[in-house]
Nanobody, 115 residues
Framework: QVQLVESGGALVQPGGSLRLSCAASGIIFSFSDMAWYRQAPGKQRDLVAAISIGGSTNYADSVKGRFTISRDNAKNTVYLQMNSLKPEDTAVYYC?????????WGKGTLITVSS
């Protein structure tokens, strides 16, 4: 059974930083493509950042230069470092894995950017 557990959500002021973590189990992590998505109230879930098995990354235009996705295969964990946070980054952030043709989701962690 795949489990993806996000952590690191918080209330943060504009301009602040946060790091999200997603601990994975039930998959061969080093053979899984991983990603972070977010969903703001009343909006669809959108891709924020992705990292492939080989370490290639891609980002939504809205977060390029501010967010960094990384992975630690020894810890079965993917991270999202978020800097220069803006109110429009407020959303529930979801971890996603793609392994063996199976697409899996975590339960999400809430980021609120507000003064």
């Amino acid at each position: 059974q795949v489990q993806l557990v996000e952590s690191g959500g918080a209330l943060v002021q504009p301009g602040g930083s946060l790091r999200l973590s997603c601990a994975a189990s039930g998959i061969i992590f080093s053979f899984s493509d991983m990603a972070w998505y977010r969903q703001a109230p009343g909006k669809q879930r959108d891709l924020v950042a992705a990292i492939s098995i080989g370490g290639s990354t891609n980002y939504a235009d809205s977060v390029k230069g501010r967010f960094t996705i990384s992975r630690d295969n020894a810890k079965n964990t993917v991270y999202l470092q978020m800097n220069s946070l803006k109110p429009e980054d407020t959303a529930v952030y979801y971890c996603n894995s793609q392994f063996g043709g199976i697409n899996s989701w975590g339960k999400g962690t809430l980021i609120t950017v507000s003064s």
